[in-house]
């Protein structure tokens, strides 16, 4: 591994298997006249187009050379990706964007401006037909972000790629805060804080590297399947090591991703979103070589509650799943949404929204497993049978209510005193602190040891494979934003 950053065609040669990569339109130039334009022409204008192979499967591919003009965007290099663009929907074949640009190129005014349109409206046309994904690999400004914002997946370079509307010049004669690039949009800001960005990468040959696994999870378009990849783990396997996961006392907190990895073949398991919203886990896996997306609560940071950001990273990674024929595995330990005034104010109810959304619409297979908490709202949005899961399974310590014990009875008997409230609170939890009522009304159709979790998961999804299900025929829904 190297820290060195590459230029665009060394980034290119290594994203694509060895030799594979074919050149499109290196001859075109620019023909701008302004401010002296006519004296800065070069071959390609600073953007690569082609196409070559990741794993033997076809990808569409442009990139930017920031030494050319910073990597701005011309109308002529906006002409080149839009071809590659179209050639990848043509042929559905995911596309790969290497972003390393200052924008739409001043010189050019709306002519370049209205490059980026023809760029979007293609991001658009594509999204939910091929993947699309978008490195930024140095720094990128204005529609060099947006349209990136638009595609499937960003991952960026640690201290070496920002994203801005605009960069910090700008910013202090608007604005007047100073700023450099890195505090203004640097990698761990969107990976942590805004959520822009997916993953997070220490040099050029690891983004690169990370592009090319997640490919490998991905199919090709909406019409495929994810490649299958060969099952050397035993899908029977049992993982006692479940056994001792889930704490007996109900308040102490654990790791949800002890249980995500260890049903994974091999034990692996491909986390989008790390850093960001980290009460909710999102990522790929395979059980028995097929790709599955995995959402789950994380009991390890603010107890695995739904808050806003976790709202948007959840839907937006299902409606992908959706989008791609990927089968959803929803792992469940929630005590509910995240109450509170900043939550409120900002709009929980908005962005919570969008979970129940995405699971409903939802139609590839959807199998839920509750470990611990399945309380309230966040019980019936996190892939309940009713929001349209297909199998729904259960550990012995789950607990299914409204809320907890403790707030049930704050509710129900405030007037009693605190010896009798106790009695009421171990009452509720007798009668509610398990899965039996939500099994026993069919809710839940079955209570696994977790040692069981992989096959019991890996039968219920063999079980879903053949699913057919659609939607109301409709032009699109009005999903919550
Ligand atoms: C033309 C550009 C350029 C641009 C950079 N350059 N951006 N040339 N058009 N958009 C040129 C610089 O003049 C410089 O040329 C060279 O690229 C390197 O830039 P530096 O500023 O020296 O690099 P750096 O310090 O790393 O800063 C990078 C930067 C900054 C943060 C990206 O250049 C910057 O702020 N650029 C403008 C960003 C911006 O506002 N873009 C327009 C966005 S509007 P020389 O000759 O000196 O080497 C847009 C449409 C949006 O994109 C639509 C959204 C909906």
Known sequence: MTNKKLNIYERIELLLDKGSFVEMDKYVKHRCTNFGMENKRVAGDGVV???GKIDGRIVFVYGFDFSVLGGSLSAANAKKIAKVQDMALKNGAPIIGLNDSGGARIQEGVESLTGF??????????SGV???????????????????????????????SQMFVTGPNVVKQVTNEDCDKETLGGAMVHASESGVCHLVSDNDEDCIMTIRELVGFLPSNNMEDAPVHPATDDVLRSCHELDQVVPANPNLPYDIKNIIEPICDQQYFFEIQPDFAKNIVVGFGRMAGRTVGFVANQPNYLAGAIDIDASDKAARFIQFCDCFNIPLVAIEDVPGFLPGIKQEHMGIIRHG????????????????LITRKAYGGA???????????????AYPSAEIAVMGAKGAVSILYRKET??????RIK??????????????????????????TRKAIIKALEACRNKSLSNPPKKHGNAPM
């Open 49 to 51: 187009c082609g196409y």
């Open 117 to 126: 349109a023809e760029i979007f409206r293609r991001n658009v046309m594509s």
């Open 130 to 160: 091929i993947p699309q994904i978008s490195a930024i690999m140095g720094p990128c400004a204005g529609g060099s972000c947006y349209s990136p914002a638009l595609t499937d997946f960003i991952l960026m370079v640690n201290e070496e």
């Open 353 to 368: 929204a969008k979970i129940v959304y995405a699971f409903a619409e939802a139609t590839v297979p959807k199998i839920t």
């Open 379 to 393: 019980y019936i949005v996190m892939n309940s049978k009713q929001i349209g899961a297909d199998i729904n399974l």
């Open 418 to 423: 605190p010896e009798q409230q106790q009695t």
């Open 427 to 452: 009452e509720y939890e007798e009668q509610f602190a398990n899965p039996y009522c939500a099994a026993e009304l069919g809710y839940i159709d079955d209570i696994i040891d977790p040692a069981d």
